[in-house]
């Protein structure tokens, strides 16, 4: 049974920084391209960042660039989500999918 599970969020204040994580299971995950989305009140869903299998491509929405990091590490069937100086419009649930599966979210609140 494939499951992703998030965790992570949290309340911050703006300028702060969290670490998502994206804990996978019941898939071959090595092998994996997992993607980080999020959904604001009230908006749909919103790419935020990619990152294949073995992890040398990468892919980020213009929003968080040079502010967000993606990372796996392979051996713990887990990929990370690092965010730097958050602002308040990154506030939204993060959600974590591969092919079809989604996690159920974690939710990022950015304020002071």
Do not use: D, E, K, P
């Given at each position: 049974q494939v499951q992703l599970v998030e965790s992570g969020g949290g309340l911050v204040q703006p300028g702060g920084s969290l670490r998502l994580s994206c804990a996978?299971?019941?898939f071959t995950f090595q092998f994996a391209s997992v993607t980080w989305y999020r959904q604001a009140p009230g908006k749909g869903h919103e790419l935020v960042a990619s990152i294949s299998g073995g992890g040398a491509a990468l892919n980020y929405a213009d929003s968080v660039k040079?502010?967000?990091t993606i990372s796996r590490d392979n051996a713990q069937n887990t990929v990370y989500l690092?965010?730097?100086s958050l602002k308040p419009e990154d506030t939204?649930?993060?959600f974590c999918r591969w092919g079809d599966y989604w996690g159920r979210g974690t939710q990022?609140?950015?304020s002071s």
């Open positions: 996978a299971s019941g040079g502010r967000f690092q965010m730097n939204a649930v993060y990022v609140t950015v």
